[in-house]
């Protein structure tokens, strides 16, 4: 069964550097989303694309963190500089191209669990 | 603004007891509400969808737009139940994102 595949698992940074996550959504999922899961909350959207163009990064604090999918499939989302602040799970989900209006199901993958010291 | 509210961190019951986790929301309109779960060490995936109206596990919920709720209900709870359950929403007037709950841990005790 296919799934969405997420890299690294697990980051460990100290606060001022880059960091840089990467995901691989489900084959033929033209809508790919980046969420982030503070502990004891539920996920927030950060960036949604359909296919390669960003449809909603209203949440994506832009001054630090950068998002792209460039040919469309796989995203990488970046962090720089990053802060103590930013420690949390980071989702990635995609889904098929939904109708207007309908929002398709999302298949979410593991998460990166990241850590700023 | 829409927003979902789960009012319990934790809900512990026994095994063979009813089980209703909570949901409420704030959306001017017609969203589609969902419940999403995550058992231990998997995934975060989706258990059912409202506009769906079916049963997913032994799991119904029910939207109740006077009351502005979406609680998801079992009459006998299991242990392979235990998981973190999250309740979202997504509305046409926000380009269909979906917002999240805080969840609830549910714990099915022997």
């Known amino acids: 069964e296919a799934e969405v595949a997420q890299s690294p698992r697990y980051k460990i940074t100290e606060k001022s550097q880059a960091v840089a996550f990467w995901c691989d959504p489900i084959s033929g999922h033209a809508t790919l989303y980046w969420y982030r899961q503070i502990l004891g909350q539920g996920p927030e959207l950060l960036v949604q694309?359909?296919?390669?163009?960003?449809?909603?990064d209203s949440q994506l604090p832009k001054d630090r963190f950068s998002a792209e999918r460039l040919k469309g499939v796989d995203s990488t989302l970046k962090i720089q500089p990053a802060e103590l602040g930013d420690s949390a799970m980071y989702l990635c989900?995609?889904?098929?191209?939904?109708?207007?209006?309908?929002?398709?199901?999302?298949?979410f993958g593991p998460g990166t669990r990241l850590l700023v010291l | 603004a829409q927003r979902v509210t789960q009012p319990e961190k934790l809900l512990s019951v026994f095994k063979g007891a009813p089980v209703e986790l909570k949901c409420n929301y704030s959306y001017s309109g017609s969203p589609e509400l969902f419940w999403y779960v995550q058992y231990s060490r998997q995934r975060l995936q989706l258990l059912l969808r409202?506009?769906s109206r079916e049963s997913i596990k032994g799991f119904t919920a029910d939207l109740n737009k006077g009351e502005t709720s979406f609680h998801l209900k079992k009459p006998f709870a299991q242990e392979e139940d235990s998981a973190m359950y999250y309740c979202?929403?997504?509305?046409?007037?926000?380009?269909?994102?979906?917002?999240f709950g805080a969840g609830t841990i549910l714990r099915v005790k022997s």
């Open positions: 989900a995609s889904s098929l191209l939904g109708l207007a209006g309908y929002q398709e199901t999302q298949y």
């Open positions: 409202h506009i």
């Open positions: 694309f359909q296919d390669e163009s960003v449809v909603d």
């Open positions: 979202a929403l997504s509305g046409s007037k926000y380009g269909n994102k979906l917002v």
